[in-house]
């Protein structure tokens, strides 16, 4: 029953948006097929030749352009083998024309049909983000960084969603564990500096932002930072060295 309602939906936003081949054609010179495709058009079109268009289409970037053709598919047959992946790559296609909303709605219910590579956790987290679900996207992320605890985007957002929320504590245990990969990106320091800053723990703040220097001595962000704690611990000299040494550094990567 879940899954009959989850396709239901789909096509519900297929027809929505209306997104049919004909429609989008007619709208947009730019969606016409390649000549190699053009003869599994015609007619009566099946499931997989309208897949392998918004597969070509992808490719392109012509993200509307998969979108219609994903969404034809799915309004042509709800029962086609592998649907689910069909549905995630409706989601996709839709998040990268800014309908977010609608991304994230056919996103989740691919997941719910069981879609279980990294990419969907990874669209899903971001979609979530940028419309400001932050809980939903924390689980997300945690979701990708279950399958790779080293994804760099993961942890970064992440990081950044449980800086937003105040929850500092998570953001020690996230970036402290240990990892295979030694350095942390500027980004992923500046947080757990943070994250330290605020819990009182200033030595170890300036431990991480430190370390974080000397992998991009570049990073005016970073010498801020680490200049700022250096302060409130009253090394006022050390912390105007800091930022000296780096508008040098980055004088020089320019």
């Known amino acids: 029953m879940e899954n009959k309602t989850a396709l239901v939906g789909a096509v519900c936003w297929a027809a929505l948006f209306g997104f049919t081949l004909q429609g989008l054609s007619q709208s947009s010179a730019s969606c016409t097929p390649p000549d190699e495709m053009k003869a599994k058009l015609q007619g009566a079109p099946t499931v997989d030749a309208y897949n392998d268009l918004g597969v070509w289409f992808a490719k392109q970037e012509k993200y509307n352009c998969a979108a219609n053709a994903f969404g034809s598919s799915l309004q042509l047959d709800t029962n086609q ?139 005016l962000e970073l010498a801020n930072q680490l200049a700022g704690v250096l302060r409130q611990l009253g090394r006022n000299e050390e912390a105007g060295t800091v930022v000296q040494l780096t508008q040098s550094n980055a004088g020089i990567a320019k």
């Open 81 to 219: 083998p592998n649907v689910k992946k069909v549905i995630f790559m409706f989601g996709v296609s839709l998040y990268f024309t800014g309908e977010t909303r609608d991304a994230i709605a056919s996103l989740q219910q691919a997941e719910q049909l069981g879609y279980r590579e990294i990419k969907i956790h990874v669209i899903l987290a971001s979609a979530l983000d940028s419309i400001h679900s932050t809980i939903e996207a924390e689980k997300e992320w945690r979701a990708t960084l279950d399958m790779d605890p080293e994804y760099t985007q993961a942890l970064d957002a992440l990081s950044d969603d449980l800086i937003g929320t105040g929850d500092y504590p998570g953001v020690i245990d996230l970036l402290e564990r240990p990892r295979l990969l030694g350095q942390r990106t500027p980004k992923q320091s500046i947080n757990l500096g943070l994250a330290y800053a605020k819990t009182d723990k200033l030595d170890e703040a300036v431990r991480v932002l430190r370390d974080g220097l000397n992998t991009t001595p570049g990073s």
